[in-house]
């Protein structure tokens, strides 16, 4: 798939989300629809914020990091727009529950940012990438 074709269809995913997020803040009594409601809601905030993030910082790296390969660029925008719109879904998720208070946002911050240490420190050791010399067959 072209990398342009990758954006368009991200780009539309994006506004059909953030469509569903209006209508479920619009049409949905939180009161009434329990759980089921509570999931729509946070659900298609989640989908949209992640694909509004990927677009935003794909754009952001690909305008001053002109060096990079741009496939890594997605993987790097991908992951890190998941991590943040976890964030902010997981704040007011806490704020929903009165549960929010700093060292709860700390400790989700440093939970956050500790899978993404992981995910560098993996990516820089080459744990996930396959390896060429595995030439077994089944």
Not at 75 to 101: D, E, K, M, Y
Not at 118 to 133: G, H, S
Request: hydrophobic share 60%; proline share 1%; charged share 10%.
């Amino acid at each position: 798939m072209k990398l342009i074709h990758l954006l368009i269809i991200v780009l539309i995913a994006t506004l059909a989300c953030w469509a569903g997020w209006l209508l479920v803040l619009l049409k949905i009594d939180p009161t009434n629809s329990g759980n089921f409601g509570l999931g729509l809601f946070y659900g298609s905030l989640f989908l949209a914020l992640f694909g509004t993030f990927f677009l935003l910082s794909f754009l952001f790296r690909k305008i001053f990091n002109h060096v990079a390969i741009e496939q890594l660029l997605v993987g790097t925008s991908f992951r890190q727009s998941f991590f943040f719109a976890l964030i902010i879904i997981g704040v007011l998720f806490l704020q929903s529950l009165n549960f929010l208070t700093w060292w709860n946002l700390l400790i989700l911050v440093i939970a956050i940012a500790g899978l993404e240490f992981v995910f560098l420190t993996a990516k820089k050791n080459n744990i996930m990438l396959p390896r060429d010399d595995d030439n077994s067959t089944i």
